[in-house]
């Protein structure tokens, strides 16, 4: 009977190590593929509306779902094999990622979207689901409570940014040139000023009205002149 065992534990463990002919459910690898899909489908919505990057989320998020479906594809053919396993991480030695990630909020999505990748592929399914499910909870709760805790400014992580170069010799004020251009935004909040002998310039986070941009363009183009530049600047290319 030991003997049997034995014979058994090596075939299992030899099959572990130099098998490289797997088995694979294509039910279960089907079912994951899916929900790897849905799953990173639901963290992107999360990123896009309660990330904090400064950077264009769309554009960001758009390699969620390619990440977790390949995740869970190269998780359901390495799990059987060693052998397989081995050679994975010698292919990925020699891949060098050379794009630069700029914010840990970034890092922290992408870890997200792979652990679902990664669960998907070893067949936890449930795990995978619940654990995304409380996680995207959390974030758009915590992005719901400190949004509303801000009245006057609400705080945008797709702010757009404004700025304007003020010469000393203008005829108008910067406060007058504000209230002016304050009109046609939702809010408009100054994020940084520098001064130097002949000059001043004003940098603002805003957020403007779909049915105000053309006014609005109107009036910083009227406004501009020699002594008075204004610059506008979009992260997610809202005026494309």
Do not use: C
């Not at 795990?127 to 996680?135: E, K, P, R, V």
């Not at 007058?176 to 000023?193: G, V």
Request: hydrophobic content about 45%; proline content about 1%.
């Amino acid at each position: 009977m030991e003997q049997t065992l034995d014979t058994i534990g090596r075939k299992d463990l030899e099959n572990f190590f130099l098998n490289s002919n797997i088995d694979i459910n294509f039910t279960n690898f089907f079912i994951g593929i899916l929900l790897s899909l849905i799953l990173a489908y639901a963290v992107k919505y999360t990123y896009i509306k309660a990330g904090r990057a400064l950077n264009d989320k769309n554009h960001f998020s758009d390699t969620f779902i390619p990440l977790a479906i390949i995740t869970t594809l190269v998780i359901t053919v390495v799990k059987f094999s060693l052998a397989l396993s081995l050679g994975l991480v010698g292919a990925l030695s020699i891949v060098r990622f050379r794009a630069a990630i700029k914010e840990p909020e970034e890092l922290v999505y992408l870890f997200l979207v792979i652990s679902i990748g990664l669960a998907n592929g070893a067949n936890q399914f449930l795990l995978s689901i619940i654990a995304t499910l409380i996680i995207v909870t959390f974030l758009l709760l915590r992005n719901f409570y400190q949004s509303s805790k801000k009245n006057s400014f609400q705080y945008s992580a797709d702010a757009n940014v404004l700025n304007m170069t003020l010469l000393d010799n203008s005829k108008k004020e910067a406060t007058e040139i504000i209230s002016s251009l304050k009109e046609e935004f939702k809010y408009l909040k100054l994020k940084s000023a520098s001064f130097e002998k002949d000059k001043s310039n004003y940098v603002f986070w805003y957020e403007i009205e779909e049915n105000k941009i053309d006014s609005f363009l109107k009036k910083a183009k009227s406004m501009s002149n020699d002594n008075l530049n204004i610059t506008i600047y979009s992260k997610s290319g809202a005026f494309e």
